[in-house]
């Protein structure tokens, strides 16, 4: 029973989703119970699955004796699983509040819903295979979102979209067949799966491949060169964006990133070569470069999708590494960066809708009228900066001492662009909160007499997420320790 309630909770949520259209609500407020009951109950399930996880994998379709649709929960989709589980109903929330004016809000929470389900299946994935199919449908369900309100701005952006991921998945698929011929099976094993005894003459070969599968891979974190699709998608409405940038889009490559890395490839093919080299100097310098493009930017929630494309490198940062201690790391910054940026999206996005402005220059005094929504905002801020006492300085912490302890010069090299980055991080996020709390002396009070703070339905998500970061920050311990469990193999 618990195996197949694994395929349930992937499937809830998509059949949720889809059935939405076909039910006659009397109101929106009747769509939105349905909807967040489903979502809570959804997450109830996955919780169940986390106390008492399955011990057998669950094939849902087979195609050839070693290839099939399986789902499996192991130590690092537990970690993913359990985020998103707790995350999407606040989000949902949030969502009821932001798209309340929406005329027809149908289609969106289709979409909307059903990326819950597909982000599960990642997550649950038992093969590459399996995650593949799952990476995909990802693509496809969450396009809607993007282009959801059609404006010119919106179809260019879904099309910068849809362009990545293809080229992406094109790459990542090469990956895959690569690992389903050279290895001794299709299924996620610590270690990795190739058979070193048939692959030394294709070692240089293999290592290639998995160059171009982290390549193909990593679009979906926006690693550079593939960056530029991101901010453009945060054209798409705040729940979406929060989402892509927090949950289901980034951290799907990031943890499909590890996947490959540490359970198909193997670290013991990886680390020491060229490949190791090449991929990790790709993401120390996005590092650098998504910070650096945050601080130029004056678009408010395009100067956070900057912030994300530097914070998810972070995490592939953890991975390069190829040791226990680099996969901690990885993993908390996994789900430490996904509160903060979601927190700090929720925020841009209640100050958006309340106000109608886009732009960092015209928050000026906002956080004089909305103090609650800034607040929480400034934690997000101090947190991604790396403050100490909160969850930011916990997983940056646990990336340089695994960086440190590597030994590889391109290793130190990622230290110094983690320093780098707090230093942009605290000008372009702290920029921010000056604005909105010490405006010029010159500044007229009455241009924003009329902002007020947006409903419970928004400030709640705000507040939990807030709170979290800064329980997060002093009582880390339980978190670090489940997460070297996970790293180490002990889960």
């Known amino acids: 029973m618990r195996e197949v309630m694994m395929l349930i909770v992937v499937l809830l949520p998509i059949f949720t989703g889809i059935l939405l259209p076909l039910l006659s609500f009397r109101s929106k407020r009747a769509m939105w119970i349905y909807l967040e009951a489903a979502v809570c109950a959804n997450s109830a399930l996955v919780c169940r699955l986390l106390v008492a996880a399955p011990e057998k994998a669950l094939t849902v379709f087979r195609f050839t004796h070693d290839l099939s649709i399986t789902l499996r929960l192991d130590g690092p ?58 990476f995909e449908m990802l693509s496809l369900v969450t396009l809607p979102l993007v282009m959801h309100t059609r404006t010119r701005e919106a179809i260019l952006a879904s099309r910068a979209y849809l362009y990545y991921m293809l080229g992406g998945a094109a790459f990542a698929f090469i990956g895959m067949i690569f690992v389903l011929v050279y290895g001794t099976t299709s299924s996620f094993v610590p270690g990795g799966v190739l058979d070193m005894a048939n692959i030394l003459e294709k070692k240089d070969t293999l290592l290639l491949v998995y160059v171009l599968c982290f390549g193909g891979f990593s679009v979906k974190t926006a690693m550079w060169p593939f960056s530029s699709w991101l901010p453009k998608a945060s054209v798409a409405p705040t729940p979406v964006t929060a989402l892509l940038h927090a949950v289901a ?35 120390v310098f996005t590092i650098v470069y998504g910070c650096s493009r945050a601080v130029k930017e004056t678009h408010f929630k395009r100067r956070l999708a900057w912030s994300t494309v530097s914070n998810l490198s972070y995490i592939l940062f953890g991975v390069t590494l190829m040791t226990p201690l680099g996969m901690t790391g990885a993993l908390a910054h996994l789900v430490f960066h996904s509160f903060m940026k979601i927190c700090s999206f929720l925020c841009a996005g209640a100050v958006m809708h309340q106000t109608d402005r886009n732009y960092v220059h015209e928050l000026d005094g906002l ?75 010159d500044f007229d009070y009455g241009t924003i007499e009329d902002v007020r703070e947006p409903g419970w339905r928004m400030l709640v998500p705000l507040l939990v997420f807030a709170a979290l970061i800064v329980c997060f920050g002093l009582r880390s311990g339980p978190v670090i320790k489940m997460l070297e469990a996970v790293a180490f193999g002990a889960m």
Not at 97 to 124: H, I, R, S, W
Not at 389 to 405: I, N, R
């Open 77 to 134: 989709g537990a970690v993913f699983a359990g985020l998103v589980a707790f995350l999407w109903p606040f989000a949902m929330l949030y969502a009821f509040e932001y798209m309340e004016k929406e005329e027809n809000p149908g289609p969106f929470f289709l979409f909307y819903t059903a990326t819950y389900g597909v982000t599960l299946g990642v997550a649950l994935s038992e093969n590459i295979l399996t995650m593949y199919f799952f």
């Open 367 to 441: 956080g004089h009228r909305m103090p609650r929504v800034f607040l929480c905002f400034t934690v997000a801020a101090l947190a991604l900066m790396g403050v100490p006492g909160l969850c930011g300085f916990v997983s940056k912490w646990h990336l340089a001492k695994a960086a440190v302890e590597c030994g590889e010069p391109l290793a130190y090299a990622g230290v110094a662009a983690l320093l780098l980055s707090a230093l942009l991080t605290a000008i372009y996020m702290i920029g921010i909160v000056v604005r909105a709390f010490f405006p010029k002396g």
């Open 249 to 283: 889009v980034v951290n799907t490559g990031a943890f499909a990133v590890m996947r490959v890395t540490y359970y198909s490839f193997g670290t013991g093919l990886l680390k020491g070569t060229w490949a190791q080299r090449v991929v990790m100097g790709l993401v």
